[in-house]
T-cell receptor, first 113, second 114 residues
Framework: QKEVEQDPGPLSVPEGAIVSLNCTYS??????FMWYRQYSRKGPELLMY????GNKEDGRFTAQVDKSSKYISLFIRDSQPSDSATYLC?????????????FGTGTRLTIIP | DSGVTQTPKHLITATGQRVTLRCSPR?????VYWYQQSLDQGLQFLIQ???????AKGNILERFSAQQFPDLHSELNLSSLELGDSALYFC?????????????FGEGSRLTVL
């Protein structure tokens, strides 16, 4: 079983729809949770970063963490064609100065105009 | 533009060969990370260097090696290449160790092994 599971998609939704992207994880030691966005032929870029359980909002994006269920989500409101990309969840733990950052496989999202 | 520069962008070579990928981190970043991205495995961590010293190792094959130089640029050496080594190789940098998890990625080097 992978430490981080993410549905690879692809996911296609019409412009203006609400998008929900999810990841589950098995290692309860993960402390930090991130979402990266990767456009085609580009490197990933950090989109959202959260530490605790709950919601964090940034414009049209909301990151949600449920540590009890080991489940994280990214919601995109009023989706735009420019949101078409691959979204990777990432989780980090720090243990006695050693870091471990683990990525999901990514979900490919297409917003249809 | 993330500020991380990777060369070459594309590389085509044959099985058994050796290649070197180069990365220049963002100005001021001391940590360099190498990742391999393939369709079926996603983004796999290979190795991290911090200020010239190896800091963490992931799923890096023995045929692969890396180093970080005094000017903080890094090179990833891939030898005895196999078809399965075809992938995108990303370099990322961050300010230091124990950061918030924000890595700045380059645009990657696409390696094709024929």
């Amino acid at each position: 079983q992978k430490e981080v599971e993410q549905d690879p998609g692809p996911l296609s939704v019409p412009e203006g729809a609400i998008v929900s992207l999810n990841c589950t994880y098995s290692n309860s030691a993960f402390q930090y949770f991130m979402w990266y966005r990767q456009y085609s032929r580009k490197g990933p870029e950090l989109l959202m970063y959260t530490y605790s359980s709950g919601n964090k909002e940034d414009g049209r994006f909301t990151a949600q963490v449920d540590k009890s269920s080991k489940y994280i989500s990214l919601f995109i409101r009023d989706s735009q064609p420019s949101d078409s990309a691959t979204y990777l969840c990432a989780m980090r733990l720090t243990n006695f100065g050693n870091e471990k950052l683990t990525f999901g496989t990514g979900t490919r999202l297409t917003i249809i105009p | 533009d993330s500020g991380v520069t990777q060369t070459p962008k594309h590389l085509i070579t044959a099985t058994g060969q050796r290649v070197t990928l180069r990365c220049s981190p963002r100005s001021g970043d001391l940590s360099v990370y190498w990742y391999q991205q393939s369709l079926d495995q996603g983004l796999q961590f290979l190795i991290q260097y911090y200020n010239g010293e190896e800091r963490a190792k992931g799923n890096i094959l023995e045929r692969f090696s890396a180093q970080q130089f005094p000017d903080l640029h890094s090179e990833l050496n891939l030898s005895s290449l196999e078809l399965g080594d075809s992938a995108l190789y990303f370099c990322a940098s961050s300010v230091g160790v124990g950061n918030t998890g924000e890595l700045f990625f380059g645009e990657g080097s696409r390696l094709t092994v024929l």
